[in-house]
C-alpha cells in the first residue's frame, strides 16, 4: 500500500486549502484512513479520521467546524478540506491507512499501519 499526500502550500490565515491523498492497492474499500500533522519542534497529532464507507468521521477538537475529511472509494482517493485557517495549522500533514479490519475509525498514529511522504501546509498571519 502506497499513499501520497498533495495540496499543501503558503495560503493566509482565513483562507482554505484541499488535501488530497492517493492511495494505491486494489483493496482501497477496506481501509480506515486518517489525517495527522506535525508542527516543527511538536510530536505528530490526529487531525481526522474516516471509516470505510465514509459514514463515519472523527475530528481533533482544534478542527471541528473548520475541516472536513471524505473519501472517494471510487478514485482511491482521500480528501481533507481545510477552511478558515489559522497560523497554528501550519504543519506537514500526513495521510495514513489503518488495516485494522476491527477498526472503524482510528485516532491513535502507532494503530496505523502505512504512511505517505507528507505535504506541507504553511498558514501566514
Known amino acids: 500500500v502506497q499513499l501520497q499526500a498533495s495540496g499543501g502550500g503558503l495560503v493566509q490565515a482565513g483562507g482554505s486549502l484541499r488535501l488530497s491523498c492517493a492511495v494505491s492497492?486494489?483493496?482501497?474499500?477496506?481501509?480506515?484512513l486518517g489525517w495527522f500533522r506535525q508542527a516543527p519542534g511538536k510530536e505528530r497529532e490526529f487531525v481526522a479520521a474516516i471509516s470505510r464507507g465514509g459514514g463515519v468521521a472523527q475530528y481533533a477538537d482544534s478542527v471541528k467546524g473548520r475541516f472536513t475529511i471524505s473519501r472517494d472509494n471510487a478514485k482511491n482517493t482521500m480528501y481533507l478540506q481545510m477552511n478558515s485557517l489559522k497560523p497554528e495549522d501550519t504543519a506537514v500533514y500526513y495521510c495514513?491507512?489503518?488495516?485494522?479490519?476491527?477498526?472503524?475509525?482510528?485516532?491513535?498514529?502507532?494503530?496505523?499501519?502505512?504512511w505517505g511522504p507528507g505535504t506541507l501546509v504553511t498558514v501566514s498571519s
Open positions: 492497492g486494489r483493496t482501497f474499500s477496506t481501509y480506515v
Open positions: 495514513a491507512a489503518d488495516l485494522d479490519a476491527a477498526a472503524i475509525v482510528t485516532t491513535i498514529p502507532r494503530h496505523y499501519d502505512y
